[in-house]
Nanobody
Framework: QVQLAESGGGSVQAGGSLRLSCATSGHIFSSNVMAWYRRAPGRQRELVARITNTDRIDYLDSVQGRFTISRDNAGKTLYLQMNYLKPEDTAVYYC??????????????WGQGTQVTVYS
């Protein structure tokens, strides 16, 4: 089992910055993907950014160049630095960890979410 706890959400004026953190506990496999998702009101959940155990990083097009995903050296805490925030970034942000088993099977773990509100 893996437990995830997000923090760092809040309200910020457009153009501002926030840094989200996701503290993990439990066993994260050597083959894993750590990611941030978000769900805005009335919209489906979308992948914001992800980082693999080989340090491959992918971003949602709309946040490319503004958001940065990273993790600590131990691979136990995940971060999302969000700069130049826009009102359309308003959403509940969720931390996600995928532990991969043999042949691509995996287990998904989710945090409780943290609200980010960007006002103009």
């Amino acid at each position: 089992q893996v437990q995830l706890a997000e923090s760092g959400g809040g309200s910020v004026q457009a153009g501002g910055s926030l840094r989200l953190s996701c503290a993990t506990s439990g066993h994260i496999f050597s083959s894993n993907v750590m990611a941030w998702y978000r769900r805005a009101p009335g919209r489906q959940r979308e992948l914001v950014a992800r980082i693999t155990n080989t340090d491959r990083i992918d971003y949602l097009d709309s946040v490319q160049g503004r958001f940065t995903i990273s993790r600590d050296n131990a691979g136990k805490t995940l971060y999302l630095q969000m700069n130049y925030l826009k009102p359309e970034d308003t959403a509940v942000y969720y931390c996600n960890v995928k532990n991969y088993f043999y042949k691509g099977a995996h287990c998904d773990y989710w945090g409780q979410g943290t609200q980010v509100t960007v006002y103009s």
